[in-house]
T-cell receptor, first 119, second 110 residues
């Protein structure tokens, strides 16, 4: 089953509105979560690193005042796209580290992603 | 030079074919390497980790060449269900996020 839950899976909004995307780690604490954005036929591009209890670290070129990240608890990080524009339309996906657990020892888990369409 | 480079494809192969993907990375200090699979508008899913000694999981074989900073993925006996985008992923040292390649698209044709 999913270990990282992301909601909503799809959102359509009008230009100028704000959209909040939630990313929850299930059954484990995630002090660090990552937010990626993926445009069609492009790779996943890291937007920011979300740190529990402190400010997020943004990648170069990502506007921190436009993409607000809040990581208020060890299981929840939110990304708010403020004053959305059509060029913000993209696939947004979060991920979280979990200490390796057998049998897979997989450490990085992804949310299911959010397809944002701004009209 | 991009951190992780892949041939975007697409690779169109018939069922049963063997196909190989290559990937190069620029940071010689990179420590961990992975192949992920991503279906359209879905989250990436770990296919396999890549070790210096090479590793195999069923029809999939991954190889790492640290000297050449090169990673490969071999898929044997391709199935229709293998159609997806395959992402080469590299982990830089420290508690840093993964770096993704652009992905290589594979279409397996009946």
């Amino acid at each position: 089953g999913a270990v990282v839950s992301q909601h909503p899976s799809r959102v359509i909004c009008k230009s100028g509105t704000s959209v909040k995307i939630e990313c929850r780690s299930l059954d484990f604490q995630a002090t660090t979560m990552f937010w990626y954005r993926q445009f069609p036929k492009q790779s996943l591009m890291l937007m920011a690193t979300s740190n529990e209890g402190s400010k997020a670290t943004y990648e170069q070129g990502v506007e921190k005042d436009k993409f607000l990240i809040n990581h208020a608890s060890l299981t929840l990080s939110t990304l708010t796209v403020t004053s959305a524009h059509p060029e913000d339309s993209s696939f947004y996906i979060c991920s979280a580290f979990r200490i390796g657990i057998p049998p897979t020892n997989e450490k990085l888990f992804f949310g299911s992603g959010t397809q944002l369409s701004v009209l | 030079r991009k951190e992780v480079e892949q041939d975007p494809g697409p690779f169109n192969v018939p069922e049963g074919a063997t196909v190989a993907f290559n990937c190069t990375y620029s940071n010689s200090a990179s420590q961990s390497f992975f192949w992920y699979r991503q279906d359209c508008r879905k989250e990436p899913k770990l296919l396999m980790s890549v070790y210096s000694s090479g590793n195999e999981d069923g029809r999939f074989t991954a190889q790492l060449n640290r000297a050449s900073q090169y990673i490969s993925l071999l898929i044997r006996d391709s199935k229709l269900s293998d159609s997806a985008t395959y992402l080469c992923v590299v982990n830089k040292p420290g508690n840093t996020p993964l770096v993704f390649g652009k992905g290589t698209r594979l279409s397996v044709i009946a």
